[in-house]
């Protein structure tokens, strides 16, 4: 069973995350951004991951604090979900269109955390939410995860078409990197027998 649950608690946030690589895409989201909420629904559906998120954040002060931990715990439940790593396909990829925006998500679930992130916004907010802190949401979750992640936005003008491809690309590629491949299910995917 490849589940994991984190509680994760600072002076600035207390969130509870759950997850079920081998789900169905059911969720129940609560950050208190509900834009942020929209997006982490669309992760869990489009990765058929199961996902459950409760955050209680500094929200009077922005939403900076609760963004970046949630990243962070949603990274940890999966790293911790994925174990030695064994039989997973490792690498994952997908190229999302959104009306007119376009995005391509590359993910290695190397357990070396890096993110390279070529997305411009052509507002500051979505919504109430500073369009800024998408890139602080994907820099937690790679460094969390242990994911080499490169996402990049090839065309759009719609910022919430840009963030929603951002997050569907990263939910496509996950899914197909976490899967267990069946010719090498007992095997870690690395020459160096371990990840």
């Not at 460094?143 to 840009?162: K, S, W």
Request: proline share 2%; net charge negative.
């Amino acid at each position: 069973m490849r589940q994991a649950a984190v509680a994760r608690k600072t002076n600035e946030t207390s969130i509870k995350v759950a997850v079920d690589l081998d789900g169905t895409g059911s969720y129940s989201v609560d950050t208190g951004i509900g834009f942020l909420d929209h997006m982490l629904e669309q992760l869990s559906r489009h990765a058929l991951m199961d996902l459950e998120v409760n955050a209680e954040g500094d929200l009077h002060i922005d939403a900076h604090h609760t963004t970046e931990d949630s990243g962070i715990a949603i990274g940890t439940a999966v790293a911790q979900a994925l174990g030695e790593r064994k039989g997973i396909r490792r690498y994952g990829s997908a190229l999302v269109p959104m009306d007119e925006t376009l995005t391509r998500v590359a993910i290695d679930l190397s357990n070396r955390p890096y993110l390279v992130w070529r997305v411009e916004f052509v507002r500051d907010k979505v919504g109430d939410m500073d369009t800024e802190l998408f890139k602080e949401w994907f820099q937690a979750f790679a460094q969390a995860a242990g994911a080499t992640l490169h996402v990049e936005t090839l065309y759009g003008e719609n910022n919430h078409h840009i963030v929603e491809s951002c997050f569907k690309a990263l939910a496509r590629a996950l899914r197909e990197a976490m899967e267990i491949d069946p010719r090498k299910a007992d095997a870690v995917p690395s020459t160096k027998g371990v990840l």
